[in-house]
């Protein structure tokens, strides 16, 4: 059993920047490509953007490119989302999730992550 914990949320002015962090246990961290989803009030959660177990391949949601950068420590057992130029519509909770892998490149959400974190609020302010 794996447990995610986030941190880092808050509430910041459009323009301003903001970094998650998500902290994992329980589990072997290298064994699971780690992802970041975030849910609106009123909407489904979303995919915003994934890293490989390795962390050498990420993928982003096209609303968040160039923007955002997610990265992971693995000898922390540790995964980021820099957040940068920020938005009043990328105001969400924001989830860790990981999902177990065999292939060390792969960065695919498609299927349902294997553990969620408990969210962290990202508010931000035009």
């Known amino acids: 059993q794996v447990q995610l914990v986030e941190s880092g949320g808050g509430l910041v002015q459009a323009g301003g920047s903001l970094r998650l962090s998500c902290g994992a246990s329980?589990?072997?961290?290298?064994?699971?490509?780690m992802g970041w989803f975030r849910q609106a009030p009123g909407k489904e959660r979303e995919f915003v953007a994934s890293i490989s177990r390795t962390g050498g391949n990420t993928n982003y949601v096209d609303s968040v490119k160039g923007r955002f950068t997610i990265s992971r420590d693995n000898a922390e057992n540790m995964v980021y989302l820099q957040m940068n130029s920020l938005k009043p519509e990328d105001t969400a909770v924001y989830y860790c999730?990981?999902?177990?892998?065999?292939?060390?490149?792969?960065?695919?959400?498609?299927?349902?992550?294997?553990?969620w974190g408990q969210g962290t609020q990202v508010t931000v302010s035009s």
């Open positions: 999730a990981a999902k177990r892998t065999l292939v060390p490149t792969s960065t695919s959400f498609l299927v349902e992550p294997d553990y």
């Open positions: 329980g589990g072997t961290f290298t064994s699971y490509k």
